[in-house]
């Protein structure tokens, strides 16, 4: 006979046991999603200020797309690039290491000879042999691509790339190869044209299932900025030249000699082109089904390009097609070049479904060379032992939980203008950070001789969190901190100094 089972019991036992299985197995699907291979996808755009979308703040400049991407993942207040310009961060991007310890004392060819050495293990050469289809598009700016490393010597299968800038026509930029052949020219605007190589890529990848890495490096909004009309028309109101006055631009001022306030719609209108191309790049990696398995970060190389004498210079150069540049760095200090707070915090954006919870803000320290040990933690690939790898996997960082640091984020000043003295060298310590200046170069001395050989001989301590603007010393108030972190500083720079190679042209 069957046991008569209480009829108000089993209902209750019933749905305990169906929401306790439904949970599990809940669990064990965000695990196998967690577990996967995520496709990588990291957008960077070149001389984009922190300051300069509408998600960060800007009050005019339109950025729909990726305000709407923002809302689909994390958005980093304290992401920088690891350089303060662009061939030092797009070193460390690919191998993890602060610029100085790959050679990038400046950009590429300057001294002379510097490159990407091909002894370096970059991201790509990783993911390539991980069994992910790896393509480069953009700009590459390590080195000449016949004689020194173009992409597909640092692993990527594919790429469209131009070797520096695009400088005979943003319409026409007839710079770019593709895997070794000139391409001739191309008559569309350079983010079109590097996002159309992208999307026809992934769409014509043979094997459609195996997970992909794509790095798509824009030139805008670098110099020459030059919009379709379409776009610089939108800002072609007086208002926004009446109210430029709201706008920072890192402590640096504007041109005093000329009025170039009407120049500004050019910028702005360059960044709403770049929103439009990285808008279509993102439609095209959803409409492929990849939105749910790939991890997608929008970044920039550097702070804002300034058009004017860089500050606390004796020099003055002239460089009227600067006058276009309007990007700012928000609140901070800095431009381009500066190893203040202005010239490489950047915007930083990550989606990554079932990782990054939609719609967040995040405060953690993210930095330029964490992106490839990020990476490779997220798709089971072991960090090289043989050298020094400066980043860390900021997964925690993206949920707002803090990172350790074995190895403290610092960045550098380009030493091609080594007659600017200007800080030489920033460390952060949670909100403080400690600038050295390099005592001076020597006349008779390469700019690789005088990195590898120099020492920090003045320091100057700050706090961000209460001094954005850098203006408060606080060297003599807190002098613990002071002389624990210059100690530190002069350490970490005396073994990157050891890692350093010596370009051995004049």
């Avoid at 996002?195 to 030139?219: G, I, M, N, Y």
């Avoid at 209108?269 to 990696?285: E, N, P, S, W, Y």
Wanted: proline content about 7%; aromatic content about 10%; overall charge negative.
């Amino acid at each position: 006979m069957m046991k008569r089972i209480p009829a108000f019991r089993t209902p209750l036992k019933m749905i305990s046991r169906i929401l306790k299985t439904a949970s599990l197995l809940a669990g064990l699907c965000q695990f196998a999603h967690a577990a996967a291979q995520p496709n990588v996808v990291i957008f960077l755009a070149d001389d984009l200020g922190y300051g300069d979308l509408g998600c960060y703040g800007h009050p005019y400049v339109q950025t729909p797309h990726i305000d709407a991407f923002a809302d689909e993942g994390v958005r980093l207040t304290d992401c920088h690039s690891a350089g303060t310009v662009c061939s030092p961060s797009r070193a460390s991007l690919l191998t993890g290491r602060t610029p100085y310890r790959v050679g990038f004392y400046s950009i590429a060819g300057q001294p002379k000879g510097s490159h990407l050495l091909k002894k370096e293990i970059t991201l790509a050469k990783l993911l390539q042999a991980k069994g992910y289809d790896t393509c480069f598009v953009g700009k590459w700016h390590l080195g000449h691509f016949d004689t020194e490393a173009n992409p597909g010597d640092h692993g990527f299968d594919h790429w469209f790339a131009t070797e520096a800038n695009a400088f005979d026509g943003p319409e026409s930029p007839g710079k770019f190869v593709r895997n070794g052949e000139k391409v001739g020219e191309i008559n569309e605007w350079y983010c079109d044209a590097i996002v159309k190589e992208a999307t026809d890529w992934l769409a014509a990848r043979p094997d459609q299932d195996k997970p992909f890495f794509l790095l798509v490096c824009s030139h805008e909004p670098h110099t020459p900025i030059h919009p379709p009309e379409s776009y610089s028309d939108r800002y072609d109101d007086k208002r926004i030249d009446d109210q430029e006055v709201g706008i920072g631009y890192g402590q640096v001022h504007r041109p005093l000699e000329r009025d170039i306030s009407g120049n500004k719609k050019y910028f702005y209108g360059t960044v709403t082109q770049l929103d439009d191309a990285f808008g279509r790049l993102v439609k095209a990696i959803d409409d492929q089904g990849h939105k749910d398995d790939s991890m997608v970060v929008f970044t920039s190389d550097n702070g804002p390009e300034t058009p004017v004498t860089v500050e606390e210079s004796n020099n003055e150069w002239e460089d009227p097609i600067r006058d276009r540049c309007f990007g700012t760095p928000g609140a901070w200090r800095g431009m381009k070049r500066y190893v203040y707070e202005g010239g490489h915090r950047v915007p930083g954006i990550v989606r990554w479904p079932g990782t990054v919870k939609a719609g967040t803000l995040s405060s953690e320290l993210v930095n330029g060379t964490d992106w490839m040990p990020t990476v490779c933690a997220a798709t089971g690939i072991p960090l090289p032992d043989d050298r020094v790898i400066d980043g860390v996997d900021i997964v925690d960082a993206l949920a707002g939980k803090p990172v350790e640091r074995p190895v403290p984020a610092c960045w550098t000043f380009p030493v091609l203008y080594d007659t600017l003295y200007l800080p030489s060298m920033a460390m952060r310590e949670g909100s403080q950070v400690l600038v050295g200046w390099f005592a001076k170069k020597q006349p008779d001395q390469s700019s690789s001789e005088w990195v590898l050989s120099t020492r920090l001989d003045r320091f100057a301590l700050y706090d961000l969190s209460v001094d954005r603007s850098q203006s408060y010393e606080l060297s003599a108030k807190r002098p613990e901190d002071f002389e624990r972190m210059k100690a530190k500083m002069v350490e970490l720079f005396k073994g990157i100094q050891k890692d350093g190679p010596e370009w051995k042209q004049k």
